[in-house]
């Protein structure tokens, strides 16, 4: 054994038996302890999982964990059917159905719960939507005037809600559906233009509103509302979808063409 190994060796022995040393290490375990509860806690938070819902097992632990107390609870069933839809239009294809159905069950619960808030009214519609756009015509004419009436439920008890979500889905909703049915390509732009007068950089409005002009051929205004939804700052409690609008506004601006109708 060299002398210097054997010094080493000594001042490791000294270093351990101080009382600093000895606190230090202390120090150490008591942050480890805190970091470990912490990801404890993370894990029964669901508020937490959803906003890592990028991480589809996240946001379903989260959705199990509403879905113990949905049928009592408000907040537990609006934010189940929130997760709902994000899996219903994220999982697998042959899980999606599930997903949705489900949501619309919890959204329901939401509403028979308070009636006078939007939240419920909203994300039941949107789960409706996804179902009528996603598993065909049937869904489609079983939903279409529910989706509508939620909608409209929700505007009528705050307008401004979430950025006036309900009223930019509603455009869409007057966008989708077909004349027949009470669906006006004018009334949807209407609807997306009001929006953005009061927020203008609503993303969701500037995304529906340049596929609803590309549709006829409008291509220059389309355009800047793609460019706006990419330059658009990202909100903290939005971010997977922002993300999402910019990826796809992205894309689209780069193909976009003259006589390119679709979104």
């Excluded at 909608?151 to 705050?158: G, K, N, T, V």
Aim: proline share 5%; aromatic share 8%; net charge neutral.
């Amino acid at each position: 054994m060299t002398r210097s190994f054997e010094a080493t060796i000594a001042i490791c022995l000294c270093l351990a038996a101080s009382p600093a040393f000895a606190g230090h290490v202390d120090d150490v375990r008591e942050g480890d302890a805190r970091r470990l509860s912490a990801i404890d806690k993370s894990a029964d938070d669901p508020d937490e999982l959803y906003r890592q819902r990028e991480d589809l097992a996240s946001v379903t632990r989260a959705a199990a964990l509403w879905s113990d107390t949905a049928a009592t609870d408000f907040e537990a069933a609006w934010k189940l059917a929130r997760a709902a839809y994000w899996i219903g239009t994220h999982a697998p294809e042959s899980e999606r159905r599930a997903a949705l159905e489900r949501g619309l069950s919890a959204g329901e619960a939401a509403v028979r719960l308070q009636p006078n808030r939007p939240e419920g009214h909203f994300w039941l519609a949107v789960n409706m939507g996804a179902l009528a756009e996603s598993f065909g015509v049937s869904q489609g004419l079983k939903y279409r005037s529910r989706i509508k009436s939620e909608l409209e439920r929700a505007m009528a008890i705050d307008p401004s809600w979430e950025q006036a979500s309900a009223e930019t889905v509603l455009g869409q909703w007057y966008a989708k559906v077909p004349r027949l049915f009470g669906g006006s390509r004018a009334k949807a732009e209407e609807r997306f233009r009001r929006v953005l007068e009061h927020f203008p950089q609503s993303k969701n409005a500037l995304w529906f509103l340049a596929g609803l002009l590309i549709a006829q051929d409008r291509t220059a205004e389309s355009r800047a509302l793609l460019q706006r939804v990419i330059e658009a700052p990202i909100d903290p409690a939005w971010a997977p979808e922002d993300r999402e609008l910019k990826r796809k506004a992205t894309e689209r601006l780069r193909t976009l063409g003259p006589g390119d109708r679709q979104l």
